[in-house]
């Protein structure tokens, strides 16, 4: 399922304009992504959490010519499966 799936199951299911599921959707996705970007964890029970991992710094190594390169550190966004998600998918 992509974003215009969702947005028009929601149009269905909540029996609403497509403009007000849009607006509902990215409502949504912006409250996440903003608060992963502030440090916090988005979870949501039943189905997933979402959470920013924090990388050091290392040193890696150019495959192409073999030399040494620092990698600066980084965060990634990680998505973990939920429990309940899990047994629903594998019944």
């Keep these: ?3 215009l799936e969702l947005i028009s199951a929601l149009k269905t299911e909540a029996n609403i304009s497509k403009a007000d599921a849009a607006k509902v959707v990215q409502i949504f996705f912006d409250s ?3 608060s992963m970007a502030a440090g916090d964890r988005v979870e949501i029970r039943g ?3 979402f ?3 924090k990388y ?3 040193t890696g190594r150019n ?3 073999g030399d040494k390169v620092t ?3 980084k965060k990634l966004p990680f ?4 429990k309940e998600l899990k047994e629903r998918v594998d019944y």
């Design 63 to 65: 495959p192409k010519t």
């Design 51 to 53: 959470f920013v991992k």
């Design 71 to 73: 990698i600066k550190p």
């Design 1 to 3: 399922m992509n974003k």
């Design 79 to 82: 998505f973990k499966c939920g």
């Design 56 to 58: 050091k710094s290392y």
């Design 47 to 49: 189905l997933c959490s």
């Design 32 to 34: 996440m992504a903003n």
